[in-house]
């Protein structure tokens, strides 16, 4: 086989079956769905697929008028697909590293932009940011995932996990963190100084605050968030 040649490459990043079930990182940027009955996907996440799967988006009304006027409200365009059939489907969300999480009756909290797949079982809700929605374009939202199942978040870059203890609070930036464990319940403070520092605009001096036991997840990237409504 000469080097370079199509032959090389298609050997080199053709799909492979790992046989490690329903969610499989095909690549760290791909996650390979196994379906055998039905996920719920970040809407647009879809890149390929094969077999028999059909493609529906989240109706108004799936999951309840609370919902519905929640997402009215956060006006975010992460809206969901539903897939259902048999066949193998990847998705992908802007190049952003993929990491699959298999709840076991945990909750965990995944910043709704960050949030790309998960199994139906797993119940989940919508968590409005009320005091910092005014503050940062597009207002901020995280969505609430429990149950026993896969769940499969994005990143920019490689994410990091921070430990927090009731000795030792973390603060991060709200653009910069991702996901954190359900037993947690963020505060937002606001440090004048540091916006003065920095010179940045009025969402840069806003720090979300974790106390308690359990742990954070941030990125090295501050993602910026446009309102839409879906």
Known sequence: MSRYSIEEFVSQTKQQDKGEGLFELETPRMLEINLTN??????????????????ER???????????????????G????????NGKLYLADQGKKISILNLGGEAIFVNGNDLLAFE??????IKLMKRIAGMMAGGLFNVRLEGRGMVAITSHYEPLT???????????DPNATVAWSGSLQP????????????GRGSGESIQMKFSGNGFVVVQPFEEVYYSQQS
């Open 38 to 55: 039905q996920i719920w996907a970040k809407t647009g996440a879809m890149v390929s697929y094969r077999g028999n799967i059909k493609f």
């Open 58 to 76: 989240e109706g108004i009304l799936e999951h309840g008028l609370g919902k519905m006027f929640k997402k009215a409200l956060t006006g975010e």
């Open 78 to 85: 992460t809206s969901l697909m539903k897939a259902t059939g």
């Open 120 to 125: 139906p079982g797993i119940s989940w809700d």
């Open 162 to 172: 921070l430990l927090v203890t009731p000795d030792n609070p973390v603060y991060t």
């Open 187 to 198: 505060e937002f403070v606001t440090d004048i100084s540091f916006k003065t520092f920095l």
